[in-house]
């Protein structure tokens, strides 16, 4: 995610990073250039403007397809934004479930301290490569009480975390160090967890309906490959810079939606995904370790 600072005007407008929409829509917008120029010089040179065109179309088109873009764009940060409380969730929820049995086990016991603090680090890390490529059991800290062998073969790798955390908290209450008060506490604290994992799948798995995006896209270029036909009796040469102008407004709109839809990835605009879980580390340390 971009960190920047939205007061500073200048920077921003005059700034282009990695992501932005006009670096991607380079080629496009020379295609977009070059035909709007053939379109201009065959009407202005060679046909002198015999016809006499009309923008009215476009005009009510323009309308309908702001309202297209408006809920598209709207979509997409709705998916964005409740991909950031899930996370948000995430953070309060762990920290949550630490302090509580930091004060639940024995002062004494530091190894089960550790352990449970090392399981629910792995989980949190676990969940953020699940909503990427995949996890790669490796990267996770290294622990007697992982089944490593299992982790390998699994496709659900954070499942397989749940299920050792949910063990070692159904061992802790055979053997009394948490009675049974405790462990409907500590299991509300734990089931959020794997909600929380559900509500992130269901974003990552539920695209925008394939015949939606496509139909905006066709929409977008139909619009704008007639846009010249319709500006070059009233702009003349001047309609290639508005074209290009409608044209790089339109698709960037669009790119961004598609960036954000999906906000688990590693984009400039996706959620800080590897930052929060840093933090969340960082927090259970603190409190099992404190």
Request: net charge neutral; with cysteine.
């Amino acid at each position: 995610m971009v960190n920047y600072n939205p007061k500073d005007w200048f920077k921003l407008i005059f700034s282009v990073q990695k992501s932005d929409t006009i670096r991607m829509l380079a080629p496009a917008i020379c295609g977009i250039a070059i035909f709007t120029f053939l379109v201009c010089f065959l009407e202005i040179e060679l046909l002198e403007l015999k016809y006499k065109s009309t923008t009215i179309i476009h005009s009510l088109l323009g309308f309908v397809i702001s309202l297209l873009l408006v809920f598209r764009t709207n979509t997409a940060y709705e998916r964005w934004w409740e991909g950031r409380k899930l996370w948000g969730a995430m953070v309060n929820n762990t920290r949550n479930l630490a302090i509580k049995l930091n004060a639940y086990i024995p002062k004494g016991d530091s190894e089960t301290r550790e352990r449970f603090r090392i399981l629910i680090t792995n989980y949190v890390f676990a969940v953020k490569e699940h909503l990427r490529k995949g996890v790669k059991v490796n990267d996770l800290e290294e622990i007697k009480i992982l089944p490593f062998e299992k982790l390998e073969k699994s496709k659900h790798i954070p499942n397989q975390i749940a299920s050792v955390i949910f063990n070692e908290l159904n061992q802790l209450s055979e053997k009394q160090i948490i009675n049974d008060q405790k462990m409907l506490v500590l299991n509300a604290e734990f089931s959020s967890l794997t909600d929380i994992t559900g509500g992130c799948e269901r974003i990552k798995n539920t695209p925008i309906p394939y015949s939606y995006s496509m139909f905006l896209k066709k929409f977008i270029f139909i619009y704008v490959i007639t846009m010249p036909f319709g500006f070059v009796t009233d702009f003349r040469y001047w309609t290639i810079p508005v074209v290009i102008f409608v044209f790089y407004v339109l698709a960037s709109l669009e790119l961004i939606a598609e960036e954000i839809e999906d906000p688990f990835g590693k984009d400039a605009n996706d959620l800080p995904v590897d930052d929060i879980a840093g933090r969340i580390k960082n927090n259970l340390h603190e409190i099992f370790n404190g």
